[in-house]
């Protein structure tokens, strides 16, 4: 079904508009996203097409600049921010959106540029995309070895595909750009013993990690049959691997570091049951009512909310610490497709420096004999081998035990680390290290 042209022309204006501030401000989009008045007034369906636009123009960025440049023989790169996405929301539903009827593309977008920008201007968009319906041009892939056309044309900074191949080589390196330029699935996470009724009409589950189903409807999640009791949670399943190498057994306390927005607080709350009990500590005041809220959406009753910064925040010892640390965020590029032109490669060693900050902190937290897992949704090696080496050697008392023990072994390292990589697992990157404290305790107490 086409949108309605008012419809069209607020979805489209909004997209250009947004795509500007993020470019311009350095914010992420997921939070303009939310904090814009105008998109709350959305219908669900036209939410849908400004999602899919905007973060299809973030993946595809540069690819669509090469498209426009075709067209555009020089000036292109000098052209103000608001002009560029104008061409590049107008191509990427031309190229990627077959749904939308080309002259409905041309013509929204028109109306777009006599918005934010002039008649003349308008009239230039215009002849652009009337030129590319006349005459599609499609870029050709370059060779693997061309690293610059390579980032360009599957749209990532040239640093990024370069730290790649240092640290993966390049036998995989086509493979984990086009990963990054996929929609990735949506995954639900079970929370309770069956599948609610009419569940598994829309539901298909994912064997490599239990409980997990994919949900290919395309529709919102809150669709789905039990979605209101609280049978699922939105998970991908690489945070359940997460979730399974901290091995929370029934009785046992969790406090659950950096929680926000609470999946894993809510799938460890599960595992400890009535008799356990998770602490989800949370820095930032509005992610934290978030999370009581997702808390609450499930009925569990073994769960609280402190807030906190993880880096100095007193809290008891307990069983299980988990540390979701801020990280680069590198291995969910596909679902936060804005982060590989908000990050630079100076910004690893203040990251770097934060992590192992929080680590050295909350380590104090793990009782004797307890496990302390680290946990980033990064691939880089400086985040996470590194992190987890340099923990080792400041902590004696703490072991790194192998994760293999808990997830298959197809998503463990030679050195016993948990972790996913996009293109090869088909599951969100994650890494985690599972270290456990000695038990201090005497062997033969004194009376």
């Not at 899919?52 to 000036?75: R, S, W």
């Not at 977008?109 to 934010?116: C, D, I, R």
């Amino acid at each position: 079904m086409v949108d309605t042209p008012k419809t069209d022309l607020s979805v489209r204006l909004l997209a250009v508009k947004l795509l500007s501030k993020t470019e311009n401000s350095g914010r992420y989009i997921d939070h303009l996203l939310e904090t814009s008045e105008a998109v709350q007034h959305l219908t669900r369906r036209d939410h849908g097409l400004l999602q899919q636009i905007v973060n299809g123009v973030l993946q595809h960025k540069t690819y669509l600049d090469l498209v426009a440049k075709h067209y555009i023989q020089k000036g292109f790169a000098s052209f103000p921010s608001i002009t560029k996405n104008i061409f590049r929301t107008a191509f990427y539903q031309l190229m990627f959106l077959q749904r939308i009827p080309a002259y409905a593309v041309v013509s929204e977008s028109v109306k777009v540029a006599k918005k934010v920008l002039d008649q003349r201007r308008a009239k230039f968009v215009n002849a652009v995309l009337r030129s590319y319906l006349k005459k599609p041009f499609t870029p050709h892939p370059p060779k693997p070895k061309k690293l610059k056309e390579l980032a360009q044309y599957y749209s990532h900074p040239l640093w990024l595909v370069e730290r790649f191949i240092e640290q993966y080589g390049n036998e995989n390196i086509i493979e984990w750009l086009q990963g990054n330029n996929q929609i990735p699935p949506l995954y639900v996470r079970l929370l309770q013993a069956n599948l609610p009724v009419g569940a598994t009409e829309v539901l298909e589950a994912f064997e490599p990690v239990k409980p997990y189903f994919k949900y290919s409807e395309g529709e919102s999640p809150t669709l789905i049959p039990g979605w209101d009791a609280g049978a699922f949670l939105v998970q991908d399943p690489a945070a359940g691997l997460v979730v399974q190498i901290a091995d929370a057994q029934p009785g046992e306390s969790v406090i659950d570091f950096c929680a926000a927005p609470g999946g894993k607080a809510i799938a460890l709350a599960h595992n400890v049951g009535a008799d356990g009990v998770v602490i989800a500590v949370e820095k930032s005041p509005l992610r934290a009512e978030k999370l009581r809220i997702n808390l609450a959406r499930t009925g569990l009753q073994n769960t609280s909310v402190v807030v906190g910064d993880a880096r100095s925040v007193k809290v008891p010892t307990a069983d299980v610490v988990l540390l979701d640390a801020p990280c680069s965020g590198l291995g969910v590029l596909s679902r936060r497709a804005d982060l590989r032109w908000q990050r630079a490669p100076e910004d690893f060693a203040e990251l770097v420096t934060l992590q192992r900050d929080i680590l050295n902190h909350v380590a104090q937290f793990v009782a004797p004999g307890g496990r302390l897992v680290y946990a980033t949704c990064s691939i880089d090696h400086e985040e996470n081998e590194s992190v987890a080496a340099a923990f080792l050697q400041a902590h004696p008392k703490f072991e790194l035990e192998n994760a293999a023990e808990f997830v298959a072994e197809h998503f463990v390292t030679e050195q016993g680390y948990l972790k996913t990589l996009p293109h090869l697992h088909g599951i969100d990157g994650v890494f985690a290290a599972r270290f456990r404290k000695a038990n201090d305790k005497p062997l033969f107490p004194s009376n």
